[in-house]
């Protein structure tokens, strides 16, 4: 079948989606361009983000893309520099979402697959997500100041990654070996193939499918905001998000299967 191309180039084949077994699985499909985001895109990432908020049957997403070396090679440059000559627009002015923060606000977890490299909007996927999983012998970085842009986007990566690596990044542009980011703390796992990367997100994804889901949605909106409030205000929010976790049906059937050697039946409330 023919893709057909949208108002702004873009394919709507560019970012694939699939629901199975409770994993959402977003593929970022341009391999020829070293998959760089779009304006058709980034819509379109915005648009998934909100269906599967509100998609009960979807527990935890995969965020991976077409092999070719590039996990994500950031915005579309080229599409960029066209917007500006034909529009007298910066594309960051016709973006719904610029620096893709309704990521940030998906309660649902979500688990990067970097199958490549990822640098400027490839970094931005990267740390907006809650688990990432990398490609041996790949490079990650933030590479903005080296394209005459910037970003804002990284400041999370202060609690993510130590002050003097990130203000290396962010001031260098260059990029860092996965390996190393592993050692940070900032990729969970290091796998030698592209499909190995997959099957080591997709298992992290199913474990957590497995678990309660009003669970596991406090426990990623509690650490979230952690960070947005710093430790004494976080604490405070984390135990009001946990309230009705602990009036659920769910805090009672953790226990009772366990009494009773059985797998819990998670109902969601």
């Given amino acids: 079948m023919t893709a057909t191309t949208t108002e702004t180039g873009g394919s709507d084949d560019d970012v694939l989606y699939e629901v199975s077994e409770g994993i959402a699985t977003i593929t970022l499909n341009r391999p020829a361009q070293r998959n760089a985001l779009t304006v058709a895109a980034n819509r379109r990432l915005y648009e998934l983000w909100q269906e599967i908020d509100f998609d009960g ?6 965020l991976t893309s077409a092999d070719c070396g590039t996990f994500c090679a950031g915005m ?3 599409e960029a520099a066209r917007i500006r000559r034909e529009r007298g627009e910066d594309i960051l002015a016709v973006l719904r979402d610029p620096f893709y923060g309704r990521m940030r606000e998906v309660r649902k977890p979500i688990v990067a697959a970097m199958t490549g490299h990822f640098v400027a909007g490839g970094m931005v996927l990267a740390l907006n ?3 990432r999983v990398g490609l041996a012998g790949t490079r990650g970085g933030i590479t903005e100041a080296r394209m005459g842009r910037g970003a804002p986007w990284a400041v999370p990566l202060v609690w993510m990654l130590p002050q003097p690596v990130l203000m290396e990044l962010i001031l260098t542009g260059e990029t860092m070996d996965i390996e190393r980011l592993h050692q940070l703390g900032f990729v969970n796992y290091v796998e030698p193939t592209p499909d ?3 099957t080591r997100a997709r298992e992290l994804a199913r474990r957590i499918c497995s678990n309660a889901p009003l669970s596991v949605a406090a426990g990623k909106a509690s650490i979230m905001a952690a960070m947005a409030e710093g ?4 604490l405070a929010m984390a135990a009001k998000i946990h309230e009705p976790v602990y009036a659920s049906e769910d805090a009672q059937e953790g226990p009772r299967a366990f009494a009773e050697r059985r797998p819990p039946r998670w109902l969601g409330r």
């Avoid at 049957?57 to 995969?62: K, W």
């Avoid at 430790?231 to 976080?234: A, I």
């Fill in 76 to 78: 579309d440059l080229k």
């Fill in 129 to 131: 997500a809650d688990l």
């Fill in 57 to 62: 049957a979807v527990g935890a997403v995969v």
């Fill in 196 to 198: 190995a990367v997959r």
């Fill in 231 to 234: 430790c004494v205000r976080g």
